[in-house]
């Protein structure tokens, strides 16, 4: 047993990643896996993320995955890292996390973001309108979710389940809108460092600046999503990690397609632009050997001041995105407690 290093709770981001030659249905199974397994191992939450029209990621429906999650683990907090809000009525997210908390009490995360989580056109398919796709409007639906909830204004319409069930709500971002809101509102915080790098600490201190106690929090609670490949070698992380760097570029390019194998993935032809863009994503991420995983995760918390971090692991076999999870809890923090 190592020393433990890794002192704050650990905890997953899971996109129920699509592998070339399988199936969505596959994808879904590996991430029910992954949340039985990680929640042996000791981790804090388990969350899946919103995404459309995306070849390579099957969690397009947040709360109808958490439910077969929920059934199928016992102790984990399961949440939605995040929610896109203006692809939907708050209403509709009220009532359908509603009824998560009240056949889950005290297990549910809300976690919500104000990005549509796809292209324009896709979000118009899920909304139908263009009123509430704009940021100037996520305030105003952000309240009108937390009203739900409560009931503190009301109104002709009661959310049923939802009013008096309300699970923890979380503000997500990627720059310094949200930070700032949920700072205000009293929320906790959590950054999307795994691909807004650059953005990560002005937006943590944006949102200590601007925090004010809240029924919620009496002082701020920042979480950090960050990329992380723990293998038994440097050189197999770097193979492993293949598959992802290509999805992304393909998908920044215009041409997602599901997950690459890493040989397919290392055989790429990169040019010189594409190549630095592949490792600018990777600044500031963790991937490498336990030795090298445990040095930049404790390099990111000192930098950030972490609460809590959330770690995704994009690679190709579910196989290796266990043993990930399985040496990042065991050799790089020593044995994971999760949190009462």
């Avoid at 398919?125 to 639906?141: K, N």
């Amino acid at each position: 047993m190592v020393d433990l290093v890794i002192t704050v709770p650990l905890s997953v981001l899971d996109l129920a990643p699509v592998a070339k030659g399988t199936s969505a249905g596959a994808a879904l199974q590996a991430t029910t896996e992954l949340a039985r397994r990680t929640e042996e191992l000791g981790y804090h939450r388990f969350w899946v993320a919103e995404h459309h029209n995306m070849p390579a990621i099957a969690s397009s429906a947040p709360a109808v995955l958490l439910a077969h999650l929920a059934a199928n683990t016992s102790t984990i907090r399961l949440g939605s890292g995040g929610v896109m809000l203006p692809n939907h009525a708050p209403l509709v997210v009220a009532e359908q996390f509603g009824t998560l908390e009240a056949l889950h009490p005290g297990r549910i995360d809300l976690g919500i973001g104000r990005a549509p989580g796809t292209d324009q056109v896709t979000a118009l398919a899920l909304r139908r309108t263009m009123e509430g796709l704009s940021a100037e409007g996520f305030p105003r639906e952000l309240a009108d979710l937390m009203n739900y909830f409560s009931g503190e204004k009301p109104g002709q319409i009661i959310a049923t389940p939802g009013r008096g069930e309300q699970p923890a709500v979380w503000l997500l971002g990627s720059s310094g809108f949200s930070a700032q809101l949920a700072g205000l509102l009293g929320l906790p915080f959590s950054f999307a460092h795994h691909f807004s790098s650059a953005n990560t600490l002005p937006a943590l201190a944006l949102y200590r600046q601007n925090f004010r106690p809240s029924q919620w929090l009496d002082k701020p609670y920042a979480m950090v999503a960050v990329n992380a490949v723990c293998a038994e070698t440097d050189e197999r992380a770097e193979w492993l990690t293949g598959p992802s760097a290509l999805s992304f570029l393909k998908l920044r390019s215009g041409r997602p397609e599901p997950l690459s194998t890493p040989d397919e993935a290392a055989a790429y032809p990169y040019s010189e632009f594409e190549r630095e863009f592949v490792l600018q994503r990777r600044d500031g991420q963790a991937m490498g050997s336990p030795e090298t995983v445990r040095r930049q995760l404790t390099e990111l918390i000192e930098r950030t001041g972490a609460d809590e971090l959330m770690l995704t692991t994009l690679v190709y076999d579910v196989e290796d995105r266990v043993r990930s999870y399985e040496l990042i809890a065991e050799q790089v923090a020593g044995g994971l407690h999760r949190a009462a």
